[in-house]
């Protein structure tokens, strides 16, 4: 509900806060990062990721949908929105190579060893706990084929960020709003859902995966954040 909410309100905004109701803007955004962190990756790929099929978690309007459904053959995105799922369905319409489909922001609707490749970004940081994290952290392997690997994009930080942001997250949404308000900014960024749970140290992440049925293979920096605040963790499922 909250995420259709803010769909409703400013789908671009809430995607890319850099670009309010410019939607432009955000497909072009998408582009120019889908070079400068996933081509490298996709280069690795066998058959340089063409005949994969792609999951896109947390699709939003499709900005990302739209870069790898360039590259690859089958894209499958989900949102957690079904408001932002229609709107990227009209502004991808023509893209016949990607489905874009709602999810309930824990179970993945594709069958077990069905995918090849799994992209997120800007997404698991919005997920309210680290129950949802790990949740979606087993779907992933569940999807995932023998061989797949997945991208997944998380918010880190030290025991003091991670400390702030437990400390911040007992503060009622209705107080988080009333502040935001008064600072002249949107009341739909107060809830779990925007927030997010506490950033993740890497150690957690490596554990998290383990207990999903994943294993790191490395993280990649993430070079559109602040230095220790974001990273990009590559993931395969775990070895029998």
């Known amino acids: ?31 120019e990062r889908a070079a400068l962190f996933l081509d490298p990756v996709l280069a690795r790929l066998a058959n340089n990721g063409r ?22 053959d089958h894209v499958t995105a989900i949102d957690v929105s079904d408001e932002m799922v229609a709107k990227a369905a009209v502004a991808n319409a023509g893209w016949e190579n990607i489905q874009f489909r709602a999810s309930d922001g824990e179970n993945i609707p594709l069958v077990a060893g069905s995918v090849d490749f799994v992209f997120s970004y800007e997404v698991f940081q919005h997920m309210p706990s680290h129950g949802v994290i790990r949740t979606n952290f087993r779907e992933v392997a569940r999807v995932l084929r023998r061989g797949g690997t997945a991208m997944i994009h998380l918010r880190t ?3 003091r960020t991670r400390v702030l942001y ?10 988080h ?48 954040h602040g230095p220790g605040t974001r990273v990009f963790a590559l993931l395969t499922p775990a070895r029998p």
């Not at 947390?58 to 739209?66: D, I, K, N, Q, Y």
Request: charged letters at 25%; hydrophobic letters at 45%.
């Open 1 to 31: 509900e909250a995420w259709n909410a803010r769909a409703k309100a400013d789908a671009a905004y809430y995607v890319e806060s850099t670009h309010s109701t410019d939607q432009d803007g955000v497909f072009a955004l998408g582009e």
């Open 51 to 72: 005949d994969l099929h792609v999951l896109e978690i947390g699709c939003g309007l499709g900005r990302f949908s739209r870069a790898l459904a360039r590259r690859l």
């Open 157 to 159: 930080g030290g025991m």
């Open 166 to 175: 437990r400390l911040a997250n007992l503060i009622p949404t209705w107080a």
């Open 177 to 224: 709003a009333t502040l935001k308000r008064m600072r002249g900014k949107p009341a739909l960024t107060s809830d779990a859902t925007w927030r997010g749970a506490p950033p993740l140290s890497r150690p957690q992440i490596v554990r998290m995966a383990a207990a999903a049925g994943l294993d790191l293979r490395e993280f990649l920096p993430d070079p559109t």
